[in-house]
């Protein structure tokens, strides 16, 4: 089975700065997906970023980008020019074979 | 694109009675719905694993038996939480496939919080 591990469950940034979330995984799987996770207040979950573990480059969207490491099985979402908006809670999710397995989350709090 | 609904978005019930969720995939077709679980500020715990026009697959621990799922169309999934009680208040969280995607994203609905009183 897998497991995906979060080890900052809160974390806080100034407006306009960079911040980074940590995640790593375990797995024997070759073939997989890694994502990012957002859940505001609202509780909408919303997909922020996708990486195809058979990829070797780095997904960016935006000011959202990873640091995709598969021999360490590290997954980190480096957040730049943090916005108010963007205070809400990460989840970092494993998925394979259509199977999404959740971290426990950080919560980022954005300062103005 | 790629919405999905649920439906009611709150439902407070009695201890003993029964509750219906929907959701639905308004604009694309999902082959496969999934059903979460998230008690407060804890992550998603997935509960079971439907395909149109098949039984749900139920993760270990989830009792098949009290949460019915139904998946009659490529739109539609229900969860009905059977005889509630008030250990099953939580938050319920519906997602879906995209039909012939081959990557592993999901697109979830809103939420239904549920209270049993």
């Known amino acids: 089975a897998q497991t995906v591990t979060q080890s900052q469950p809160e974390m806080s940034v100034q407006e306009a700065e960079t911040v980074t979330l940590s995640c790593t995984y375990d797995t024997s799987e070759n073939n997989y997906y890694l994502f990012w996770y957002k859940q505001p207040p609202s509780r909408q979950m919303i997909l922020v970023i996708r990486?195809?573990?058979?990829?070797?480059q780095n997904a960016t969207e935006n000011r959202f980008s990873v640091n995709f490491q598969k021999a360490a099985k590290s997954f980190s979402l480096k957040i730049s020019d943090s916005q108010l908006g963007d205070t809400a809670m990460y989840f970092c999710?494993?998925?394979?074979?259509?199977?999404?397995?959740f971290g426990k989350g950080t919560l980022l709090t954005v300062n103005p | 694109g790629a919405v999905v609904s649920q439906h009611p978005s709150r439902v407070i019930c009695k201890s003993g009675t029964s509750v219906k969720i929907e959701c639905r995939s308004l604009?694309?077709?999902?082959?496969?719905m999934f059903w979460y679980r998230q008690f407060p500020k804890q992550s998603l715990m997935l509960m079971a694993t439907?395909?149109?026009?098949?039984?749900?697959?139920?993760e270990q621990g989830v009792e098949k038996d009290k949460f019915l799922i139904n998946h009659a169309s490529l739109t539609l999934s229900t969860l009905t939480v059977t005889s509630a009680h008030p250990e099953d208040s939580s938050f319920y969280i519906c997602?879906?496939?995209?039909?012939?995607?081959?990557?592993?994203?999901?697109?979830f609905g809103p939420g239904t919080r549920l209270t049993v009183l």
């Open positions: 604009d694309f077709q999902a082959t496969t």
């Open positions: 990486q195809e573990a058979y990829k070797q």
């Open positions: 439907s395909n149109e026009g098949s039984k749900a697959t139920y």
């Open positions: 999710a494993f998925g394979s074979n259509y199977k999404l397995t």
């Open positions: 997602s879906a496939r995209l039909a012939g995607a081959d990557y592993n994203e999901q697109f």
